[in-house]
């Protein structure tokens, strides 16, 4: 069991907003600090979407947002489109050690 | 800028396994190289990173004893040993950078992923 809790899976409808939750399960790590999100499609390695906590690289459209409440980071794609579809991961530091979170698929409806 | 890695391998069980990741379109010292692997179906799992200016290392406890990582600055290069291997480290093994300062900035660039598979 990751020390990351991710939902396994989501899914919406195009257009609608999805939140994919980040929870830090372990209380022998202390705080998670640096959290970034990851894409995979299958077959491809994991892209970058959001870093520290809330930041978008160039290039990621703004449609995702990224956001921390106590121990728990969250990922949110507002206007769902089909290419959004895919697994998310998140990542974070903790204790001189980086962790992923189980990762959770999304699926447009 | 990219990160280049070795092609896929096929070991057998005990045997170790090398990986290598090149960097280019880049000052290749100024990111630590970091290993994530993914097993068929699983989760990304971080190994370890190494600093290519000085070839300070840490790795995963889980991997203790089994991990060794290098580099060879000249051929901005960066090497993963995998040793005793078992079923368990068939998987896709990504080398990522990352800012060695800001930490916060995550993997903005990965390699391609080598596979490596694990059979008799």
């Known amino acids: 069991q990751s020390a990351l809790a991710q939902p396994r899976s989501v899914s919406g409808s195009p257009g609608q907003s999805v939140t994919i939750s980040c929870t830090a399960t372990?209380?022998?790590?202390?705080?998670?600090?640096?959290v970034s999100w990851y894409q995979q499609h299958p077959g491809k390695a994991p892209k970058l979407m959001i870093y520290d906590v809330n930041e978008r690289p160039s290039g990621v459209p703004d449609r995702f947002s990224g956001s921390t409440s106590g121990n728990t980071a969250s990922l949110t794609i507002s206007g769902l489109q089909a290419e959004d579809e895919g697994d998310y991961y998140c990542?974070?530091?903790?204790?001189?050690?980086?962790?992923f979170g189980g990762g959770t698929k999304v699926t447009v409806l | 800028v990219q990160l280049m890695q070795s092609g896929a391998e096929l070991k057998k069980p005990g045997a170790s396994v090398r990986l290598s990741c090149e960097g280019s379109?880049?000052?290749?010292?100024?990111?630590?190289i970091h290993w994530v692997r993914q097993a068929p179906g699983q989760s990304l799992e971080w190994m370890g990173w190494?600093?290519?200016?000085?070839?300070?290392?840490k790795h995963s406890r889980t991997f203790q004893g089994r991990v060794t990582m290098t580099r060879d600055t000249s051929a901005n290069r960066v090497y993963l040993e995998l040793s005793g291997l078992t079923s368990e480290d068939t998987a896709v093994y990504y080398c990522?950078?990352?800012?060695?300062?800001?930490?916060?900035?995550?993997?903005?660039?990965w390699g391609q992923g080598t596979t490596v598979t694990v059979s008799s």
């Open positions: 990542c974070s530091f903790a204790d001189y050690i980086w962790l």
């Open positions: 990522a950078r990352r800012d060695k300062s800001k930490l916060g900035y995550g993997y903005d660039v």
């Open positions: 372990s209380s022998d790590f202390g705080v998670y600090n640096y």
């Open positions: 190494i600093n290519p200016d000085n070839g300070d290392t």
């Open positions: 379109g880049y000052t290749f010292n100024f990111y630590a």
